[in-house]
């Protein structure tokens, strides 16, 4: 299996500062396309998890552009620009090259 | 607007068989550029990908759990279900369906999920 490592597994954010959430994989997830089979999710209180970036990069349909994803490879970073109050839940990457496998997830709260 | 809902029991007893449908509304499980799966997350653990069913019936399933599963779909009722045989407390989680798109047969991103429920295993 694929292993998938976060940092930090817990982030307190002033709203309006940025934020930022490391996955490494144990292996490279870069496909000969060019593609890197990362993404990102929000799992906020009471509801279903909800996807942020895809393919490592892109941002999903309705995604505020507040959150960019970058990263190749084995090591990726998920960014957001300005924290707001809304952002706060548990966020978590997934790589789907094999068996798709999860992070262990880094909770955002407000301090 | 997509939505998926999972039903079924919320308590299952030792070595029984867990059965779980997923009911999808908004849109149809027959669509080509997507697949269906199941997803589960044990109390304070990680997720998990136990499986998926792709439009045309055929299934994958995570080897860590492939002589349990079984996943499939009834395309009338667009509904797909899971069945999750000889439970044990450790299969004891929030189980989650959702819908997947793939590019080149590969998962390019889980969207959306639905609520989760929770399955306890306890006599």
Redo the contacts between chains.
Sequence with gaps: DIVMTQSPLSLPVTPGEPASISCRSSQSLL?S?G?N?L?W?LHKPG?????LI??GSNR?SGVPDRFSGSGSGTDFTLKISRVEAEDVGVY?C?Q??Q???????TKVEIK | QLQLQESGPGLVKPSETLSLTCTVSGGSISSSSHFWGWIRQPPGKGLEWIGNIFHSGSTYYNPSLRSRVTISADTSKNQFSLKLSSMTAADTAVYFCARASMIRGVISGVDPWGQGTLVTVSS
């Design positions: 496909q396309d593609y089979y993404s999710y509801q279903p998890p909800h996807l895809y393919l999903a978590f997934m789907a090259l068996t798709p496998t999860f992070g262990g997830g």
